[in-house]
Every structure is written in C-alpha cells, then in structure tokens.
C-alpha cells in the first residue's frame, strides 16, 4: 500500500515561513523523486518543486525560485519543503506526489502516480 504523508501546513502572515514534510511509504520507494504541487480555489494544479532521490537534483517553478527550497532525507524516506518570504498568493492546498515515469520531466503532473492527501497552506497580508 503506497502512503504519502504530508503535514506542516498552516496559517501564516506575509513574510513568514512554513516547513512542509512529506513522509514517504510502500511503493512510493521505487519512485525516482518526489514533487510539491499546490491548487488554489478555482485553480489548477500547480508544480512548485521536486527532487530526485538519487542525485539530489532539484526543479523549482519561476514563481517561488529563490523562497522556497526542497530538499529530502533518504533514511527517513521524507521530502520537505521549506517556504520563507511566504506571499499571500501562496495560500493553497500543498501536495506531495511520487514521480514514477521515468524521463526528463519533473514539473508534469502525469509524471507522477501517488499523491498526498494535501495540506492547507494560508498566508495572510
């Protein structure tokens, strides 16, 4: 049974910074690397950042390059997602997904098979 579980999300004010994890089980081993993805109302779904397991190679969207940094702890099986300089236009839902297609592409969602349950992030101004 694959699991993603995420947690850290919460409500913060503009400037401040959040920690997102993402704890990894099942299946989701055999994956190449993890994404953070992030939907707000009446949105679609966003790529924010991922990793690749292997070789610690990271993607980051133009939106929050710079702010926010993904990294991942390969004995604990988690990925986290450190978020400063939080704006209000990042309030969203967070996911965490595994990539399990193979190729150059990290920042399509049809690369990836197993998601989270999602965590509320809320940034006030």
Known sequence: QVQLVESGGGL?????????SCTTSGRA???YGMGWFRQA????REFVAAISWSSGNTYYADSIKGRFTISRD???????LQMNSLKPEDTAVYYCAAKTVSGST?????????????TQV???S
Request: without cysteine; positive net charge.
């Open 12 to 20: 913060v004010q503009a400037g401040g910074s959040l920690r997102l």
């Open 29 to 31: 081993f055999g994956s």
């Open 41 to 44: 109302p009446g949105k679609e």
């Open 74 to 80: 390969i004995v604990k099986n988690t990925v986290y």
């Open 106 to 118: 990290w920042t399509s969602r049809t690369y990836y098979d197993y998601w989270g349950q999602g």
């Open 122 to 124: 809320t940034v006030s």
